[in-house]
């Protein structure tokens, strides 16, 4: 069975940093490309950052330069790093990775981000 | 950058009827550059791949369940709804290139 599951969330303060974490088990086989996703209270899904497996990096245009998307396909390894945290930051982010489908078709069940003084 | 349009924003049915979403890109996608994905998510869950490729079915997913394309219109279709089919549905478009991922703004279906 396959397991992800995300850790790290928690409050922070407007400007500030967080690093969320993401680790998937149950398979092992090597992913082209693993992603961020998040949901902001009551909002729709909004996508975040890719990683590719030849270690390209993509991200949506309001995170770019303030987040930074790292991990480890092989061990199946996802991280965000969010600097410059602001209040619309506030959201579940979810990790997921592509199965046989090439889509997003595994997901952890989230770790809520809050921004907040 | 290509805005998708889900509709409509609710859908009122009783289980047993036919649901039709559309899901609208802002501009004509290339099937070879870009591929179409359906979700499905309910309250205090992750999302769930039903579809991706535009009408391919995710693995364990319902016949129940299709999609197809018709200009720049995407549709998702559910033939007979069940009761653990209401729920929130998202389109999501994947650009191979540059990659990015776009989301439609979601349809909720609910029980009449």
């Known amino acids: 069975e396959v397991q992800v599951v995300e850790s790290g969330g928690g409050l922070v303060q407007p400007g500030g940093s967080l690093r969320v974490s993401c680790a998937a088990s149950?398979?092992?086989?090597?992913?082209?490309?693993m992603s961020w996703v998040r949901q902001a209270p009551g909002k729709g899904l909004e996508w975040v950052s890719t990683?590719?497996?030849?270690?390209?990096?993509y991200y949506a245009d309001s995170m770019r330069g303030r987040f930074t998307i790292s991990g480890d396909n092989s061990k199946s390894t996802l991280f965000l790093q969010m600097d410059s945290l602001r209040v619309d930051d506030t959201a579940v982010y979810y990790c997921?990775?592509?199965?046989?489908?090439?889509?997003?078709?595994?997901w952890g069940q989230g770790t809520l981000v809050t921004v907040s003084s | 950058e290509i805005v998708l349009t889900q509709s409509p924003a609710t859908l009122s049915l009783s289980p047993g009827e036919r649901a039709t979403l559309s899901c609208r890109a802002s501009?004509?996608?290339?099937?070879?550059?870009?591929?179409l994905a359906w979700f499905q998510q309910k309250p205090g869950q992750a999302p769930r791949l039903l579809i991706y490729?535009?009408?391919d079915r995710a693995t364990g997913i319902p016949a129940r369940f299709s999609g197809s394309l018709s200009g720049t219109d995407f549709t998702l279709t559910i033939s007979t709804l069940e009761p653990e089919d209401f729920a929130v549905y998202y389109c999501?478009?994947?650009?191979?290139?540059?990659?990015?991922?776009?989301f439609g703004q979601g349809t909720k279906v609910e029980i009449k």
């Open positions: 149950g398979f092992i086989v090597t992913r082209n490309y």
């Open positions: 501009q004509s996608v290339s099937t070879n550059l870009a591929y």
């Open positions: 990683i590719f497996s030849d270690g390209g990096t």
């Open positions: 490729d535009t009408s």
């Open positions: 997921t990775f592509p199965g046989g489908s090439d889509a997003f078709d595994f």
């Open positions: 999501q478009l994947r650009i191979i290139w540059p990659p990015t991922w776009t």
